[in-house]
C-alpha cells in the first residue's frame, strides 16, 4: 500500500460517512477512522471535533437474517435504559449505526477472568437490564429461532451430518420440557458473548443488539456464562450479583438448560454462515465446537438432576 493510502474498508468507513448528516459538515481530512473489529459487520471508531464515535456497517447478506428495523428499535431502548451506549443513529433500512465511543475495554473470557470483579459487574448489568421496562418488538422464542435457522440451511434438516442430526433428537425432550414451563419474559439481549461487554472497572454496558428480543431473562445470564466460558467461581459470582444471592434449584436447572440450547442454536447458525460462504472464519468448525460441548453438556453425570429440578 503506498504511503499515505488507506485500506479499502477505510475507504468505505468513509464513503458510508458521507450519508450521514451527523458527519457531513466534517472535514473528511479532520476525521480519523480506525477499524476495530467485527466478524459478520465492520465496526470503526471515528474521531472528528474532540469527540469519538463508533460506526458499524452491516455485513452483506446480514439483511438476510437480520430485521434492521427491529434491531434499531432495541437499540433506542437499550440506550434509553443506560445499558447500553447513547445513540446517535440507527437506520432501519440500510443498517447503519453510530454510538458515542465509550472508554472502556471490550471483553473477552481472558479479560472476565483477570479483571476483578467482571463477573459480578455482567450480572449487574443483565438485571438493570431485565428489571429496566424496556420494551422490545421482536419475542425470542427459542424454539422458534432454532426452526428458523433449520429451514434457512440449504435441503433444511435433512442435509445435516448424522452427529448434528443426532444432537438435535437428543435435545428435543429439553425443548418441550422449556416449552411447557414459560417464564415471564423481559427485555433480553439474546447474544450476550463476552466481546459484546463494554467494561471500564466500574460498571459494564452491552452492545451488538442484533437478536435482542423479549425472552426469558435466564437465557441471557446462561448465555454469558457459556460464551465467556465462566469456571463454576466466576458463574457463582455472576449470579451471585444477578439473584441477590444463591440461585434456586429450578433456576440452576434453567440455566443448565439453556447452555445446551444456547450451543443448538448458534451451532446451526454457524452451518448457515458456512452454507452461505461467509469469509470471516471458519464456521464449520465452530459449528463442529458447539455441536461436541452441546452433547457433552447433556452427558454430564449431574445434568439430569439439574433438569427433573425445573
Known amino acids: 500500500m503506498a504511503a499515505g493510502a488507506e485500506s479499502d474498508d477505510i475507504a468505505k468507513a468513509r464513503a458510508q460517512l458521507g450519508r450521514i448528516d451527523f458527519f457531513r459538515s466534517e472535514r473528511p481530512e479532520q476525521t480519523g477512522v480506525t477499524r476495530l473489529g467485527g466478524r459478520t459487520n465492520q465496526v470503526f471508531r471515528i474521531d472528528c471535533n474532540g469527540d469519538s464515535y463508533v460506526l458499524r456497517v452491516p455485513g452483506p447478506g446480514t439483511e438476510d437474517y437480520i430485521d434492521r428495523g427491529l434491531e434499531a428499535g432495541a437499540l433506542g431502548e437499550a440506550a434509553r435504559v443506560g445499558v447500553s451506549p447513547d445513540l446517535i443513529l440507527a437506520d432501519p433500512v440500510s443498517g447503519l449505526m453510530v454510538s458515542k465511543f465509550i472508554a472502556a ?142 440461585p434456586a434449584a429450578g433456576q440452576r436447572g434453567r440455566l443448565a438448560v439453556y447452555k445446551v440450547m444456547s450451543d443448538l442454536l448458534w451451532m446451526l447458525w454457524g452451518l448457515n454462515q458456512h452454507a452461505t460462504k461467509n469469509p470471516a472464519d471458519d464456521f464449520l468448525a465452530y459449528a463442529n465446537r458447539r455441536l461436541h460441548r452441546c452433547r457433552a453438556q447433556m452427558a454430564e453425570p449431574g445434568f439430569a438432576g439439574l433438569v427433573a429440578a425445573i
Open 105 to 246: 475495554r471490550t471483553m473477552s473470557p481472558a479479560l472476565f477472568r483477570s479483571q476483578p470483579g467482571a463477573p459480578a459487574r455482567a450480572g449487574q448489568l443483565l438485571r438493570k437490564l431485565h428489571t429496566s421496562g424496556a420494551s422490545f418488538k421482536f419475542q425470542f422464542e427459542m424454539a422458534g429461532v432454532i426452526d428458523h435457522y433449520l429451514k434457512s440451511l440449504p435441503g433444511g434438516q435433512s442435509q445435516l451430518p448424522e452427529g448434528y442430526q443426532k444432537a438435535l433428537r437428543e435435545a428435543a425432550g429439553l425443548r418441550r420440557l422449556m416449552a411447557a414451563k414459560p417464564m415471564p419474559t423481559a427485555p433480553c439481549h439474546c447474544d450476550p458473548l463476552a466481546d459484546n461487554c463494554l467494561d471500564d472497572g466500574q460498571r459494564m454496558w452491552l452492545v451488538d443488539w442484533e437478536y435482542a428480543g423479549m425472552a426469558d431473562p435466564l437465557w441471557d445470564v446462561a448465555s454469558l456464562a457459556l460464551e465467556a466460558g465462566f469456571d463454576a467461581g466466576q458463574e457463582a459470582e455472576l449470579t451471585a450479583a444477578y439473584f441477590g444471592g444463591e
